[in-house]
């Protein structure tokens, strides 16, 4: 089995920052995919951004696309999100997720996923 373990969240006003974390165990980290997503009271989970397992290749929601950074340390079984310049409508609680396996490219769809953390509530206030 494999935990998913996510940090980091807190309130924020429009315009901060917050870097959450996502820590992995119970399985070999370095050759999954990794993603987050969020989601919103009363909407469906969103995309945020992916990293594939050598951390070469990401990919990022167009909400989000210049604003949060995805990265990751294979040696401490953990993946980051680097959020700035935060919106009220980045307010979501977001999910950690694993792919197993090798991918060649970044997955957006939650399907495309088997583990995923319980969530970090991330609220930006106006």
């Known amino acids: 089995q494999v935990q998913l373990v996510e940090s980091g969240g807190g309130l924020v006003q429009t315009g901060g920052s917050l870097r959450l974390s996502c820590a992995t165990s119970?399985?070999?980290?370095?050759?999954?995919?990794m993603a987050w997503f969020r989601q919103a009271p009363g909407k469906e989970r969103e995309f945020v951004g992916a990293?594939?397992?050598?951390?070469?290749?990401?990919d990022y929601g167009d909400a989000v696309k210049g604003r949060f950074t995805i990265s990751r340390d294979n040696a401490k079984n953990t993946m980051y999100l680097q959020m700035n310049s935060l919106k009220p409508e980045d307010t979501a609680v977001y999910h950690c997720?694993?792919?197993?396996?090798?991918?060649?490219?970044?997955?957006?769809?939650?399907?495309?996923?088997?583990?995923w953390g319980q969530g970090t509530q991330v609220t930006v206030s106006s």
């Open positions: 990293i594939t397992w050598s951390g070469l290749s990401t």
């Open positions: 119970g399985r070999t980290f370095s050759l999954h995919t």
């Open positions: 997720a694993l792919r197993p396996g090798l991918s060649r490219s970044p997955r957006r769809e939650p399907g495309d996923y088997s583990y």
